[in-house]
């Protein structure tokens, strides 16, 4: 029970690797907070609660203050304060550099960054109290130059920047701030991406041989890393970005 009793908040957990994060820390005693701007997210909520542990379920867009503020407030009125943080809402998107419109790049930057920036800024009072953790989701792009993926890559890597720039600026009040670097997990948005694109056959090849170990991640192994990176057993860990790709980053 690394996480007993404590509080953890994890945004954009209504599926793929949020989903199993919320079910791997619930398990290890946590208070999990489930968020995500999908009614059907309540069902991770059901879940975790049929096997007797805590969880509460809040529907909010994590992009913007009123609905940042709506889960930080919910999980200090369920349980009093925050413990952990994992910023993983996020979403994917194509094209470069001229294919990107203007309101899909704001869009990556709304969703992927500002919510990071939100949530941390609301959560620093309670995780000064607890002497917390920020676990923040990169992605290999983030390290890596890849193709057809602009906005996406340019978001996370802003991430990545942000959690390092955190984690220097809080380590002396003992708040660690941490990254998860996923590389291509086999997830419902993954399906749904590989089915839209033109030869979802090809695709799905194309995605697998980006990785040397000749295969997609899973969920349940991003979330095995960040309950390590947000673990005490590594409380002398701060700045991180653990990457979890298969090798595609080698």
Known sequence: MLFKSKTVIITGSGAGIGRAAALQFAGQGANVIVNSVSASAQSVCEEIAQNGLSCIFVQA??????????????????????????????????????????????????????????????????????????????????????????????????????????????????????????????????EERVKASGDPVQARKDFIERQPMGRLGTSEEIAEAMIFAASDKVAFMTGVNIVVDGGMSI
Not at 98 to 113: K, R
Not at 169 to 187: A, D, L, M
Request: proline share 2%; hydrophobic share 40%.
């Open 61 to 190: 867009d994590v992009s913007t203050s009123e609905g940042a503020e709506k889960v930080v407030a919910r999980a200090v009125e369920a349980f009093g304060g925050v413990d952990v943080l994992i910023n993983n809402a996020g979403i994917v998107s194509g094209g470069n550099v001229e294919q990107t419109t203007e309101s899909n790049w704001d869009n990556a930057m709304q969703v992927n960054v500002k919510s990071v920036y939100l949530m941390s800024k609301l959560c620093l009072p309670y995780l000064r109290k607890s002497k917390g953790v920020i676990v923040n989701t990169t992605s290999t792009v983030a390290i890596k130059g890849v193709v057809n993926r602009a906005a996406y890559s340019a978001s996370k890597g802003a991430v990545l920047s942000l959690s390092k720039s955190m984690a220097l600026e809080y380590s002396k009040e003992g708040i660690r701030v941490n990254c998860v670097c996923p590389g291509t997990v086999e997830t419902l948005s993954f």
